[in-house]
Every structure is written in structure tokens, then in C-alpha cells.
């Protein structure tokens, strides 16, 4: 690797995140977090492969701290992660005592699959798993009891496949949490508030306006 590691980290800091084709050169970054009294140590594989997948991004760090401040209980819970990247998210449920699930595209699964190994102890329930939205959400069972994402609402074409995973995999009494930045150019909010309250009781859980991300609550109606 040409670059200096100065040189890398004020490309992270001034480059990332941007669009993938930005992401010229390859490298790996590993980062601490804490929530919920674990120290989580992420890694994360930026470059061209992995695109969008490769980082933490500031809405799973939102989801995870919402997560700490209301003390939500996993024990017990059947628990998905949807385009998971890092995997942080499911890790942290998986840490609070839920039998989890964290999926992603094939390419993002030995990233997730290394922070997995790397913070969930030997016999955690942790597993990680390939889920193409609209494809192969069918081998999937549909009783999740929460069912997570963190900013995978950007791309509008993948919108209806995401709603019909999200349909497939919540349980009858089961809650969607999503958390995303509100981007205006990727037509966010029509996928909030007009495509998701179709099939499920939204709300808005939680608005940071610094950070422009908003943490929803999904339920099936009447549940």
C-alpha cells in the first residue's frame, strides 16, 4: 500500500463517505464503540468491493445508541438485521441476549462475519446470512420479533423489495426499527411516509436534526 497511514486517515475523514467509485484505494480501518456496557471493535473494509457496505455509518451508530437509551430488551427475541455492512447493529442485539440474524449481500459477508467473530462470544447467537431483498426473503421465516436496519433507505428502485422483505419477515406482533438519514436527492421520505404506513402503524420514534436522521417504529395494524 502506497499511501502513509496519516495520509489514510485524512482520507477517511475528508473522502468518506462519498460515492463508491471515490473509493480508489483499499484498506482496512478498525474502530471501538461503546453501547450498553460492551466495547464493540468493528472493522471496516473500505475500497471499491464493498462500496457502501464497507463503513459504519452514522445512522447505526444512532440506532444502537437509541437502543441503550431505552434500555430495549433483546433477551429472548428473534431478531434480523437487513443491509447490516458492518454488522454492528445485529452484534450489539446479539450482546443484549438476542438470537440473531444479520444479513447482507454475499459480498459484505466475511466483513460482518469477521466483526461477528471478533465481539460475539463462543456459543452467542449471532448468525450471518446472504438476503437479496425481493429475491430470497422466502427461505427466510416471516416471525421475526424485530426486524432492524440502518441506512438502507437510498435507493428508490429497491424501495417495493425492501417493503416486501419487511412485510415477509416481521412477525404478527413483531416491530421494525429503521433508522436513516433523511436524504431530500434519494427520495427517503416518500418511502417513510408514503409507502411504509400502507402496511404498518409508523411512527417517528426518535428526529436528530444535526445529523438529519430519524429513528422509525413499524408495527402491524392493530398489533
Known amino acids: ?45 473500505f475500497g471499491a468491493r464493498l462500496g457502501v457496505a464497507a463503513p459504519v455509518w452514522d445512522a447505526a451508530l444512532s440506532l444502537c445508541s437509541y437502543f441503550e437509551r431505552k434500555n430495549l430488551d433483546f433477551r429472548g427475541k428473534k431478531v434480523i438485521e437487513l443491509g447490516a455492512g458492518t454488522g454492528i447493529v445485529g452484534i450489539l442485539a446479539a450482546l443484549q441476549g438476542g438470537d440473531v440474524t444479520i444479513t447482507d449481500l454475499p459480498l459484505a459477508l466475511e466483513q460482518i462475519q469477521g466483526n ?7 456459543g452467542g447467537r449471532a448468525q450471518v ?25 437510498y435507493l428508490e428502485p429497491t424501495f417495493p423489495l425492501l417493503l416486501g422483505t419487511l412485510r415477509h419477515l416481521c412477525g404478527p406482533n413483531g416491530t421494525i426499527y429503521l433508522a ?13 411516509h408514503d409507502m411504509l404506513p400502507q402496511h404498518f402503524q409508523l411512527e417517528l420514534a426518535q428526529r436528530d436534526e444535526e445529523e438529519n436522521i430519524n429513528i422509525y417504529r413499524a408495527t402491524h395494524r392493530g398489533g
Open 180 to 192: 436513516s438519514k433523511m436524504r431530500e436527492e434519494h427520495r427517503t421520505k416518500s418511502f417513510f
Open 129 to 153: 446470512r446472504a438476503l437479496a431483498w425481493g429475491l430470497d426473503q422466502g427461505v427466510f421465516p416471516g416471525d421475526y420479533d424485530l426486524v432492524l436496519g440502518a441506512d438502507i433507505v
Open 1 to 45: 500500500m502506497s499511501e502513509s497511514g496519516s495520509e489514510l486517515e485524512l482520507e477517511s475523514e475528508s473522502v468518506f463517505p462519498r460515492e463508491d467509485g471515490l473509493f480508489a484505494d483499499s484498506y482496512t480501518e478498525e474502530s471501538r464503540f461503546h453501547f450498553c456496557g460492551h466495547v464493540l471493535s468493528i472493522k471496516q473494509s
Open 116 to 122: 461477528v467473530q471478533a465481539n460475539v462470544p463462543v
